[in-house]
T-cell receptor, first 111, second 116 residues
């Protein structure tokens, strides 16, 4: 099975909060990442969290990590239409090792 | 400081031809990673290179695929005798010399390979 799993699709209205969930299986994962991919573009790192942290906040983004359940979530507050994209969860064993990605969650924000 | 550059952005090859994908890392970055994204899939790691060295090629198919990162010039991902299943987006990422516990991988815009 997949090492990193995500729900495939999320639809929200502009101004609402979006929560994108991810589960991973490798307990030795040290760093967990959220990347954003807009249509036809490469991946942009949004934020990352080290495995000894429970939460990280960066402006409209909040990352929650439940290491016991191997569950990671990304909350986007006040979601805008420009947030519509595919969001990938990824993990690595060390900070410079290769990344293992989920299949991505397509976020659609309607006005 | 230009970002990671990949060319071509789109590449069409007939079955049996060779595909060469190029990646120029960000200035000052000496580590390059190649990932492949099949339709409706996440990115899958293929190979990790430093200048003139392959560090990890565990994700690379054993046949037809090769990668290099010479002392001068871009990193090249080469696919010989392409088949339809090679159609995908190929992303390159780079990171700087490693002295810290964490380094971000900066991704290029990708090369979309279509095999007809």
């Amino acid at each position: 099975g997949e090492d990193v799993e995500q729900s495939l699709f999320l639809s929200v209205r502009e101004g609402d909060s979006s929560v994108i969930n991810c589960t991973y299986t490798d307990s030795s994962s040290t760093y967990l990442y959220w990347y954003k991919q807009e249509p036809g573009a490469g991946l942009q790192l949004l934020t990352y969290i080290f495995s000894n942290m429970d939460m990280k906040q960066d402006q409209r983004l909040t990352v929650l990590l439940n290491k016991k359940d191997k569950h990671l979530s990304l909350r986007i507050a006040d979601t805008q239409t420009g947030d519509s994209a595919i969001y990938f969860c990824a993990e690595s064993i060390t900070g410079y090792s290769t990344l293992t990605f989920g299949k991505g969650t397509m976020l659609l924000v309607s006005p | 400081n230009a970002g990671v550059m990949q060319n071509p952005r789109h590449l069409v090859r007939r079955r049996g031809q060779e595909a060469r994908l190029r990646c120029s890392p960000m200035k000052g970055h000496s580590h390059v990673y190649w990932y492949r994204q099949l339709p409706e899939e996440g990115l899958k790691f293929m190979v990790y290179l430093q200048k003139e060295n392959i560090i990890d090629e565990s994700g690379m198919p054993k046949e037809r695929f090769s990668a290099e990162f010479p002392k001068e010039g871009p990193s090249i991902l080469r696919i010989q005798q392409v088949v339809r299943g090679d159609s995908a987006a190929y992303f390159c990422a780079s990171s700087p010399v490693l002295h810290e516990p964490h380094y971000e991988q900066y991704f290029g815009p990708g090369t979309r390979l279509t095999v007809t």
